[in-house]
């Protein structure tokens, strides 16, 4: 798939028909991730690929309930390597580039699963403590999203975004954009 149509294409999905994901295509989906940028290039990630049911009972759980992340047939949950980052950044690598890198590997991941003709939805609202407790992850690993992935039993419509003119500054925030960028208040 295109990289754009990939990216304008991409929805959050939340139901799932039941058919596993075959491993070929978990895989493609994790080295996708893995490609992501990183501060020093120390890819402080770490992925727990959760595919039995009683661990993703226990994940919707951690995620307040959201039934979705049980339904999914397995979600893959990426954490950020606190430890790795701090060794080299210090309090930044800890607070800051690990999450950073933790997140850019998730889009990539969505991204790559849409691009595989799978549905996917970045889960952020979740109990901490309890996912690590679930996982059983170390001290200096944290979660930062569950990611259910499955074949998409539905086809959500596309989300609004803000107009490109109230997020884009020109030199200091609030300055109006380059007219050559055409960006005007319906864009
Ligand atoms: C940091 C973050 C946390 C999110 N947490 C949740 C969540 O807990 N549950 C959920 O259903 N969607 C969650 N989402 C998905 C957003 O709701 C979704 O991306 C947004 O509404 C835009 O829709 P789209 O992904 O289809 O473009 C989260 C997305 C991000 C980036």
């Known amino acids: 798939m295109e990289l754009f149509e990939a990216m304008r294409g991409r929805r959050s999905v939340r139901r799932f028909k039941p058919d596993p994901v075959p491993k070929r295509l978990l895989r493609e989906v994790l080295e996708a991730a893995s490609s992501a940028p990183s501060a020093g290039n120390l890819q402080s990630w770490e992925f727990v690929v959760v595919e039995d049911e009683a661990t993703k009972e226990e994940l919707s759980r951690a995620a307040l309930g959201q039934s979705f992340v049980a339904e999914a047939p397995v979600s893959i949950v990426v954490c950020a390597n606190q430890n790795r980052s701090s060794a080299r950044y210090g309090r930044r690598g800890r607070e800051f580039y ?28 979740f109990e901490d403590e309890l996912v690590s407790k679930v996982l059983g992850l170390p001290s200096g690993v944290k979660p930062v999203a569950i990611v259910p992935i499955g074949y998409p039993a539905e086809a959500p419509p596309p989300t609004p975004r803000l107009p490109l003119a109230e997020k884009v500054h020109a030199r200091r925030y609030g300055g109006v954009p380059d007219p050559r960028l055409g960006i005007d208040s319906t864009s």
């Open 98 to 125: 690990s999450i950073c890198d933790a997140s850019a590997a998730t889009q990539n991941l969505l991204l790559a699963a849409h691009g595989l003709g799978l549905g996917s939805c970045w889960v952020g609202a």
